[in-house]
């Protein structure tokens, strides 16, 4: 019997990006691990991946080419040759193109695998070269990632690892315990040697539970918290004047912008009490080093953005950056010094592209955008839309068309699949190999493939390679190997990479990139923050430019950016949906919905999976305040109805007193098979975006819970 150990990488959209050692038997992968020597992963794996192989030999995987027998949607599907599935993509795009312009087909994408070559970026190349168009990939963290180049720039920010040195830790709409798990035992540490830490969070969280203060707030009101710490900073003298001199530009401008934000009116935006809101500024301001992590959820309200660059003014005003563990993490992506350029080829596209933001699929497919020529082919991998994505109803009457021809390459039969023309099977991690960023640490990984494809199951790069083929593609540019992709992506003369080779990465599955190392790093302690003017931009000196979006969510296509102004301080934009804001929406609708991240599901991934969705409960729950269910006469575990003007959805109600009163929580990523009534939570959502970045506003939402 051969038995091996392999050493590879998480694939998912998850900061944490763990080192995995698969043991190999026979061929046939038999247990994953989490790698004990990788400083990060420190030998565990969360609740989704540490049955990984479970999720690679699951019976419900899609091993072959499949094309669809029944109507759309009713998941009758025939087993098909590659060659057959091949032929028949390339015929109906070569007719689509010849009839409507490459234009009428649109790929979808995002991060079904995070792997650099398998990932983002894998199908760009192709569909740049055939002028198709571009999806503005905005699922996540765009208008927090606009917000943060407008105020520090691209850094990576604190170093996870420097948080053993934080005394005073904020986890600002950040649910650690579940979403960001091995950023924990450091947060944890930092507690035993006296750190305090805060949640802000509408939702007394796994995290929440062990924190030592947990704010609730409304949701889409953390700007107005934000802004009255700023100003109760200034009021009370808290500012370190010496970093804001020297690090720091639009100082004045901003404690003029702020005045108005008292912690009065912070508090009635917030439903945080005046006192609490004062606290929470002095104690921030005193308690060096104080550090903020900020995660996703903030972001997805009307001003998401605003509330992003008030939050990422905060350190700078108190000169937090100038101690190890001082200052903010939000997204250390920022570190690799990944060739995007090489990955997505901008070079390849035509003068002028056609452009489809991510969260309007389902407006573009029932032809409310009026597109014209009107999309007739899809082409979905590395996403799952039906669950994941905005008016769902619209959505599945466009995926219902019978003139649009639609490709999914799955594992599984989503129900983004199961509305398929064609179905590809696509390997899981064990079955192919990558190179790995974090959004995370500051790691770079390397995923060796461990066993051989099941069935006839191939990567992404080995996708595109055949579809290049057959759309009579010559460049060797899209025939390269995955080792060739692997040893181009990255920027090897970049001063992280010194020192770090390919080989070493592969034999040890990880490196740390070349960066001072933890104990001792204060990125910003002499400020040299990347942005224009080299400060801390209090004041913008780019918003003059518009509403923007970074170009790692832009595939690099050349339309114009969203001209709109924006304001160079930050604000509060109140959101779009809530009783102050829509008082007359309010009365039908009074309870703020919102769907935060499981704990046991990656996105949708998992959701059809029977441990995890034994750990998560088999169907949909929504949590309701006792207060709020007992108004409407719900008890835990009745069927409830949760509907707005958009639609509804039907679920289990789940009575707590850890939501607060007027907030409803739909945790995401079940799958339509786990509703009673099969819609899911983006039933209900809206198409509109947060005020940058093109950021969606699902949590933006007001409904009304009945008993069903
Ligand atoms: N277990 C698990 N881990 C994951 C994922 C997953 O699906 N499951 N997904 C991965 C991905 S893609 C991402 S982007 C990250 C996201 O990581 P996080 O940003 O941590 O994830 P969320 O659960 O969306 O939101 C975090 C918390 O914000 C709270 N929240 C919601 N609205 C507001 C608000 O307006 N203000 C404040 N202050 N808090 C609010 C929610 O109640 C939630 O507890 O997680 C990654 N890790
Ligand atoms: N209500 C609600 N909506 C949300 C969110 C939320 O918290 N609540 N979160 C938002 C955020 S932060 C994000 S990042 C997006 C995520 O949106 P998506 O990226 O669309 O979500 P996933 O569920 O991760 O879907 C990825 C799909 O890719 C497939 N896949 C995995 N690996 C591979 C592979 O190697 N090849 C191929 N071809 N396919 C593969 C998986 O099986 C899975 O079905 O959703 C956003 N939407
Ligand atoms: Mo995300």
Redesign the pocket.
């Given at each position: 019997m051969a038995r091996t150990t392999v050493i590879g990488a998480c694939?998912h959209?998850c900061p944490d990006t763990c080192s995995i050692l698969t043991t190999v038997e026979d061929g046939k992968a038999i247990a994953v691990r989490g790698n004990p020597d990788h400083p990060f992963t420190r030998g565990r794996l969360c609740v989704k991946v540490n049955n990984y192989e479970e999720r690679v030999y699951s019976d419900k995987r899609v091993l072959h080419p499949l094309k669809r027998v029944g109507p759309k949607g009713s998941r009758q599907f025939q087993r098909i040759s590659w060659n057959e599935a091949i032929e028949t993509i390339a015929s109906r795009w070569t007719s689509v193109i010849a009839e409507h312009g490459a234009q009428a087909i649109l790929p979808y994408s995002?991060?079904?695998?995070q792997g650099i070559i398998?990932g983002l970026n894998v199908g760009d190349p192709l569909f740049n070269k055939l002028g198709a168009t571009v999806l503005e990939r905005t699922?996540?963290?765009s208008a927090s990632c606009t917000a943060y180049m407008m105020t520090i720039g691209h850094t990576p920010g604190v170093d996870p690892e420097s948080f053993v040195h934080s005394k005073y830790i904020i986890l600002w709409a950040c649910n650690t315990l579940s979403t960001n798990s091995h950023h924990w035992p450091f947060i944890e540490q930092a507690k035993k040697a006296g750190a305090k830490l805060v949640v802000i969070d509408p939702v007394k969280t796994r995290t929440a539970r062990l924190a030592d203060w947990h704010i609730p707030i409304r949701p889409g009101t953390d700007a107005a918290l934000a802004l009255a710490m700023i100003h109760v900073i200034i009021r009370e003298n808290l500012v370190d004047r010496d970093y804001v001199d020297k690090h720091t530009v639009g100082y004045d401008e901003l404690a003029e912008r702020v005045s108005g934000y008292t912690p009065e009116f912070a508090s009635q935006e917030t439903g945080i009490p005046v006192d609490d809101i004062v606290k929470l500024a002095r104690e921030f301001a005193t308690t060096p080093p104080a550090v903020v992590r900020i995660g996703?959820?903030v972001e997805r309200h009307a001003g998401g953005g605003q509330t992003v660059r008030a939050i990422a003014c905060l350190p700078g005003l108190i000169g937090a950056w100038k101690h190890v563990g001082g200052g903010l993490l939000q997204l250390p992506i920022w570190a690799f010094p990944v060739r995007w350029d090489v990955l997505m080829r901008p070079d390849l596209q035509p003068e002028k592209m056609r452009v489809l933001n991510s969260w309007r699929l389902g407006a573009a497919l029932t032809g409310e955008l009026g597109f014209d020529p009107p999309i007739k082919a899809l082409f979905v991998?590395?996403?799952?839309?039906m669950?994941?994505?905005t008016e769902q109803g619209k959505l599945e009457k466009g995926l219902e068309r019978e003139d649009l021809f639609t490709v999914v390459?799955?594992?599984?039969l989503?129900d983004?699949a199961k509305y398929a023309d064609i179905v590809l099977p696509?390997?899981?991690?064990l079955e192919?190999k990558d190179i790995m960023f974090s959004w995370g640490h500051l790691y770079l990984s390397y995923n060796n493939q461990a066993i051989e494809p099941l069935g006839e199951a191939v990567?992404?790069t080995e996708?595109f390679r055949r579809l290049a083929r057959a759309m009579g593609m010559t460049d060797p540019a899209f025939f390269r190997s995955d080792d060739e992709i692997i040893a181009a992506s990255l920027d090897w003369s970049s001063p992280v990479l010194q020192g770090i080779t390919l080989d070493d990465v592969k034999a040890k599955g990880y490196a740390r990139l070349n960066m001072p190392a933890p104990a001792d790093w204060a990125p910003h302690r002499e400020g040299n923050f990347p942005t224009a003017s080299g400060k801390c931009e209090f004041k913008s000196t780019i918003a003059g430019g518009g509403n923007f979006v970074v170009p790692l969510f832009r595939q690099g296509y050349n339309g114009d950016q969203d001209g709109a102004l924006v304001d160079p301080l930050p604000h509060y934009i109140p959101p779009n949906e809530n009783a102050r804001t829509a008082p007359a929406l309010a009365t039908r609708y009074p309870l703020s919905l919102i769907?935060?991240?499981s704990h046991a599901f990656?996105?949708?991934?998992y959701g059809n999976l029977p441990a995890q969705t034994a750990q998560a409960g088999e169907e949909q729950a929504v949590l309701l305040n006792p207060h709020d269910a007992a108004q409407r006469g719900i008890v835990a575990g009745a069927p409830i109805r949760v509907f707005n003007d958009r639609g509804s959805f039907e679920a289990f109600a789940t009575v707590s007193p850890d939501i607060m009163p007027g907030v409803v929580v739909a945790p995401?990523?079940y799958w339509q098979r786990s509703n009673r009534k099969g819609a899911t939570?983006?039933a209900l959502?809206p198409p509109a975006f947060a005020d940058l970045g093109r950021a969606?506003t699902?949590s933006d939402i007001l409904v009304q819970v009945s008993g069903a």
């Open positions: 694939p959209d995002y991060l079904g695998t398998n699922f996540c963290d996703v959820a991998y590395n996403a799952n839309p669950a994941m994505v390459s799955e594992h599984f989503t983004t696509a390997t899981t991690q192919q990567s992404n996708l769907s935060p991240k990656l996105n949708s991934n995401s990523g939570v983006h959502t969606p699902f």
